[in-house]
DNA sequence: CAAACTTGATACCCGATAGTATCAACTTTC
DNA sequence: GAAAGTTGATACTATCGGGTATCAAGTTTG
């Protein structure tokens, strides 16, 4: 499920997408693909159920990138990683509001060895009603 | 500041845009105006910081209506109004993640006596970045 | 009661954005 | 080592959604 093994050629064909498009997604900030040394992207299955959700919602439910992007930026990371007080004082992601975690430099908390690809926080969006899911488990 | 006051043409003008315009923005989910016994519509000076605040997300920072929304429809009423699990079962609120609360009918709740306009959960979107404030609160 | 305004609805327009095509340079594969 | 594929970048297009104009019918206001 998380095994990155599809090429990107492989994986937008899977989709019925364009490789600029899975590429674009990317650089929005919607998908974090795994990178082999030499950069080159590899996509697992949980990769295309993502997308395959994100485009769902951009071309059924009629939301733009940026919608999306503000709602990842609602995912209360500091309560799912448990980071400290000092941690928090020096994230940008906490003090903002408009992109998700995964976006923003941090070297100088306890994110800085996480990779963000497998981090918890990226993966409670696995599809669209996840993070208000999460949200109920956080806050019951 | 909560008093409505303005008719829909004062507060256009007062703000720059159209009649329709604040129409559509209600019609979507976005904003709750007052209503008189006859149906018609008055905004107070909050309403008219609530709408230019929406303008600007909309205008500058090129989220869409539906972006707007789905934003709206992770503020966690359930934990602000602190509804008893029975009242959840009955909210068609708690189980989606499309519409803000205030769009649903509640009527077999804790909320069918409230006002919507007047209740915390609408009113902790008073600017843009207040929703994720409201989560930091929640969530410490 | 008449003028001004509001109501919901429909029809329309323009700009922006999601998505694609294409490029030269570089990697992988066999 | 040659063919096939990937990289980031730029340029382009078609669509569609935010916004406005306008309507007849109803309501306020003075």
Redesign the interface.
Known sequence: MDEPKYTISTAAKLMGISVPTLRMYEREGLIIPFKKTSNQRLYSDRDIERVMCIRKTINE????I???R??L??I?C??IVKCSAEDRAHCEF?SG??KPCWMINHKKNVCKDRECRTCEVYRSFGN??S??EK??E??P
């Open positions: 439910d009629k939301i733009n940026e919608g999306m503000r709602v930026a609602l209360p500091w309560a906490y509001h408009t669209c009603a993070i208000k949200l109920k956080l806050l």
